[in-house]
């Protein structure tokens, strides 16, 4: 008679199992990324107090922002996943272990993020306990609020809840409600993508979490808030407290999840419903001759497979939209933290589009197409999301500021970061 796994037993195998596929110290990761946004934030600091907070506060929400995203890959877009799914495993381990590496995860975000308050430490240290604070509430949400939210997710698209949330919002806003589809052999599609839900509401609550920290940055610098600060603060943190507590209690889903979760990413790129390119994406494709073919596969691969890059995208877009229309007296750390953090998950992006599944090299190599097609596709592509995204609304951005030299150079340089990630070869 075998003893059941508890969660003990198996976040010591999680454990081991990490220590030996590492090759670098985890440690090292979070010292270098704070050494450079400390560095970073020292050369803010000779305007100044209030442009050493800008600086830090912006650097440690694209840090909290990467840390956020990471959830999901903590939780269930993971390697082992399938195989923990199989195996005879009750929910709350498996939730146990999820939440382990994603509290680990936060906990090296937070260590870079202190080490990047050393130097307004040394100009003010009751500031330097306010960032302090601010990192260790952004902490809680990237290791208790966000994996909270995304079991959320996974459970409501397990259970087929999207569907019915959907309809219900749309009733509630006074909309007509759908007609009943008619009678068919071929099943109706489903009107939302269970993807774009597991993407779309962790990325909703990291949003509204970094909107919040927002609205203490005068408080950061001894000023007044839009809102009182500690306030904002303990909310944030007692919502994360409780998201933890309640995903632990509806914890017996877990392995369902996983099951289900891992199924999905095996079909997400089923030739079912794929929906056609977009009047943008077909615009490109006149533009780009005889690569059409393959960047028309990429565009609607890219779409099923990473919703993730169009929310982020869309978050990029909006924020560069909004230090454009509000002009900032100190414009230049959100500038560099959103085409910075855009430039980087560029690279990633870049990095998917040559790798299963989106291409499949071996198989791409026999069909006959002209030399450097698929090269070509790829790198519009990955222009088209940087131009529509990133590029257009960072020059706006720039460009309303009363010293717009800065920020186009900036522009330029991710941009041509970009080109080459996306022009070099596998």
Known sequence: MFAAMTSRALIRWAELHERRARTVPAIVAPLVGGGVLAAWVWWRSSGGIAAASHAWLAGAMVAYAVAFMRVPFHIYWRGDAALLAQLPIEGRPLFDAALVRCVRGAAATAIAAVIGIAPIALLDGRLAARHAAVAAVLAAAAGLLLPGVTVGAAALVVQGGAERALRAATALGGAPARAAPQASAVPPAPATSPAATLGA??????????????????????????????????????????????????????????????????????????????????????????ARLGYRKDAQLMRRRFPMAFALGALAFGVLVIVGLAQPSDPTPWLAAVIGGAASYGLVLARRLRRPPIELARLSATLPLAPGALARAKLAWLLGWWMVFVAVPAVFAALRQPEPVSGVALIAGATILVIVAGASPR
Do not use: K, N
Not at 209 to 237: K, N, R
Not at 248 to 271: E, W
């Open 201 to 290: 509401l962790p990325g909703f609550a990291a949003t509204l979490v970094l909107a919040a920290v927002l609205l203490t940055v005068p408080w950061l610098s001894g000023g007044e808030s839009h809102a009182p600060a500690p306030v904002v603060l303990g909310a944030l943190g007692a919502a994360s407290v409780v998201a933890a507590v309640a995903a632990r209690a509806g914890a017996a889903i877990m392995g369902r999840i996983l099951r289900d979760v891992s199924a999905l990413d095996r079909q997400r790129l089923a030739a079912l419903e794929i929906r056609p390119p977009t009047r943008i994406e077909r615009l490109v494709e006149r533009l780009i001759g005889e």
